[in-house]
């Protein structure tokens, strides 16, 4: 897989996963901001809520060290911008973010473009669609979600597809399936715990 391509699929496809413990995570909490952890490999990530969209602060290890990263998604189901040691990646939407009615729209898409670093790289076309209603079960804990199917095509790259579920009560995605081409899971995303505010 091309440096280009690895770099695109972590600035769409980081999504988050709530597990519980005890008490079920609310929306309320969620606007403090919750810090998610899988063990291993480890990856720690904060999302807190800005306006429609989040930010993100997280540390995965790598190559047996930690790296830190940090993002900002303009919809929990849209990322913007990614910051990482290998540099600034950005996606450019033509057209307005409206997400918060795709189970009565169906679909959404916008012409996008990647800059890399401040630089126009390529462009293409990012497709959201509503696949249905459903439920995530994380721990003890069940929640109401939209099935999302999110697809980035660009010039000359193989697309970047990804299956989410997506908490509309939360603003978060609960799950994510990164997909091949052919519509076959190649990884999914879950987290092992989660603390309300920022911690460790």
Same mark, same amino acid.
């Given at each position: 897989?091309?440096?280009?391509?690895?770099?695109?699929?972590?600035?769409?496809?980081?999504?988050?996963?709530v597990?519980?413990?005890?008490?079920?995570?609310?929306?309320?909490?969620?606007n403090?901001?919750?810090?998610?952890?899988?063990?291993?490999?480890?990856?720690?990530?904060?999302?807190?809520?800005?306006?429609?969209?989040?930010?993100?602060?997280?540390?995965?290890?790598?190559?047996?060290?930690?790296?830190?990263?940090?993002?900002?998604? #303009? $919809?929990?189901? *849209?990322?913007?911008? %990614?910051? =990482?040691? &290998?540099?600034?990646?950005?996606?450019?939407?033509?057209?307005?973010?409206?997400?918060?009615?795709?189970?009565?729209?169906?679909?959404?898409?916008?012409a996008?473009?990647?800059?890399?670093?401040?630089?126009?790289?390529?462009?293409?076309?990012?497709?959201?669609?509503?696949?249905?209603?459903?439920?995530?079960?994380?721990a003890?804990?069940?929640?109401?979600v939209?099935?999302?199917?999110?697809?980035?095509?660009?010039?000359?790259?193989?697309?970047?597809?990804?299956?989410?579920?997506?908490?509309?009560? #939360? $603003?978060?995605? *609960?799950?994510?399936? %990164?997909? =091949?081409? &052919?519509?076959?899971?190649?990884?999914?995303?879950?987290?092992?715990?989660?603390?309300?505010?920022?911690?460790?």
């Open positions: 897989m091309s440096i280009l391509l690895r770099s695109l699929s972590l600035l769409v496809g980081i999504t988050l996963a597990p519980a413990f005890g008490d079920c995570l609310t929306a309320k909490q969620t403090q901001g919750v810090l998610l952890t899988r063990e291993t490999p480890f990856y720690s990530v904060f999302y807190k809520p800005e306006g429609v969209g989040l930010t993100e602060q997280r540390l995965m290890e790598r190559d047996g060290s930690l790296q830190p990263v940090s993002a900002v998604y #303009l $919809h929990p189901l *849209l990322v913007e911008k %990614r910051v =990482s040691a &290998s540099g600034t990646h950005e996606l450019k939407y033509a057209n307005a973010i409206a997400l918060d009615d795709l189970p009565q729209k169906k679909n959404w898409q916008s996008t473009t990647l800059f890399i670093n401040g630089k126009k790289s390529v462009s293409g076309t990012t497709f959201i669609r509503f696949d249905g209603l459903g439920e995530e079960t994380i003890s804990c069940s929640y109401k939209w099935a999302i199917n999110s697809r980035l095509k660009l010039t000359k790259l193989p697309p970047i597809i990804f299956e989410h579920y997506y908490s509309p009560e #939360l $603003h978060l995605v *609960l799950r994510s399936v %990164r997909l =091949s081409p &052919s519509n076959r899971p190649l990884s999914e995303v879950r987290f092992d715990r989660f603390q309300v505010g920022w911690g460790n």
